[in-house]
């Protein structure tokens, strides 16, 4: 992803179709700066997570890698994490929101 952009992670999660949803997180860390999205910001279809980051959100990141991670707890009140990934994030040569 590109700093100050507007990227929208497609995420597929087997057997989240599967799950009675109460709670969801989707975290992106860097650096001890954290960005969280809830159940409301993301779209999900089948087993296929959509989120859109903000510009301001992006322009929080610097060059690099940021790790993600998605929790989510049933309605049954089971807790499941995915496995942590490393996104790319790249630098901008215009800084600030457009």
Known sequence: MYRGTTPTMVLTIEGISEIDISQLYLSLRQFGNTIEKTLEDVELK??????????????????????????IKSKSNVAYATNKIKVDVQDILKEGVI
């Open 46 to 71: 089948g087993n296929v997570l959509y989120c859109t980051l903000t510009q301001e959100e992006t322009l929080s990141l610097f060059e690099g890698k940021v790790e993600l991670q998605v929790r």
